[in-house]
Structure formats: C-alpha cells, structure tokens
C-alpha cells in the first residue's frame, strides 16, 4: 500500500521481488557474454543457462536493430538451388 500511495505501482497491482536466480544471471550477462560462461563453468544447470540467455537479450529497440539483420540468407539458398550447385 505504501508503494502504491508513492505512485510506485499501479493501484491494485503487486510486484513480486526478482528471485535470486534471476538477479544473478543478470550480474553474469551483463559482465561476460554466455559462450565464455559455457566455456569457463563445465556444468551450469538447464534454468540457469536460460536465465542467462534471457538477459544476455538486448533490451533497448537501438540494440535490437543494430544486431538484427534483414538479410536471413534465404535468398542465397535459393540462388544456389536454382543454379543446380
């Protein structure tokens, strides 16, 4: 209630606290990119790598266009089909 009459959260809606898994997979993404953990740590557990990977994720629409590419190869692969190689 407090948080709500501080204009923090909308009324009526709760937010649940980040779990300590998440939290931390979000230290490690933002420090080092996931192949050098998968290369660094043997046995990382299935959720955790997936936590990982969600906030290795760019957030920012900038970043999701400067990585992203319109060109997904298929037209090459049916270049290369049409010409019989």
């Not at 909308?10 to 980040?18: D, H, I, N, Y």
């Not at 898994?21 to 230290?27: C, G, P, Q, T, Y």
């Amino acid at each position: 209630a407090a948080a709500a009459a501080l204009g923090l959260l909308p009324l009526g809606k709760t937010q649940s606290p980040e779990s300590l898994l998440d939290i931390a997979a979000r230290k490690v993404a933002e420090k080092w990119p996931f192949q050098r953990v998968e290369e660094r740590f043997e046995r990382i557990p299935e959720p955790v790598q997936r936590r990982i990977v969600y906030w290795s994720f760019p957030r920012s629409e900038r970043e999701i266009c400067m990585y992203s590419s319109f060109n997904t190869g298929a037209e090459d692969l049916t270049a290369v089909a049409a010409s019989g190689d």
